[in-house]
C-alpha cells in the first residue's frame, strides 16, 4: 500500500485494546519498491518489535520496550495511554518517548488496532510524521 491507503487504514480504525506481553514489529516505508527488503533489513538489524506491560488498574496504560539490535534487546522505555490523534484527533494508543528516554525524547508514535491482535502505527518526529509499522501479536 501506499501511504495514503496506509493513513485511511489507520483512520477507519479505532483505538482498540492495549497491546499486552511481546509483539513483532515491521516497519513500513510505504510506496517504495524495496518495502520488503527494507522491512526484512529493519527487523534483522534494528528493530524487531515492542514488548508491552499494562499494569494501570483500568488497564488503560501501562509502559513498553523496544525489541533492537540482531539480539531483540529490550532498549528505550516508553510510556503507553490513549489520547487524541495528532492525525485525525480521534482516539488513539500513544507510546511517547519524551520523559523516559533522552535518545528518543522527540519520537512519539500511535498505534491502533486494524484487526484483533494487528496495529498500524505512525510514528512522529516532532509533529513531522517519518514512518509506519506494524505490530502483532507475538505467538506464544
Do not use: C, H
Amino acid at each position: 500500500m501506499d501511504r495514503a491507503a496506509l493513513d485511511e487504514v489507520y483512520r477507519s480504525a479505532g483505538a482498540g485494546t492495549l497491546p499486552r506481553g511481546d509483539t513483532r514489529g515491521t516497519a513500513i516505508v510505504a510506496g517504495s519498491f524495496l518495502a520488503r527488503w527494507y522491512a526484512r533489513f529493519a527487523r534483522l538489524f534494528a528493530w524487531q518489535g515492542k514488548v508491552f506491560d499494562i499494569f494501570a488498574d483500568d488497564g488503560q496504560s501501562g509502559i513498553l520496550v523496544n525489541k533492537v539490535t540482531p539480539f531483540s534487546l529490550t532498549f528505550i522505555v516508553a510510556k503507553v495511554y490513549r489520547d487524541a490523534s495528532w492525525m485525525d484527533g480521534r482516539e488513539t494508543i500513544v507510546i511517547d518517548y519524551s520523559r523516559t528516554s533522552f535518545f528518543a525524547a522527540r519520537i512519539r508514535d500511535e498505534i491502533r488496532e486494524i484487526e484483533p491482535g494487528v496495529y498500524l502505527g505512525k510514528v512522529w518526529w516532532g509533529k513531522r510524521r517519518i514512518l509506519d509499522f506494524a505490530l502483532t501479536r507475538a505467538e506464544p
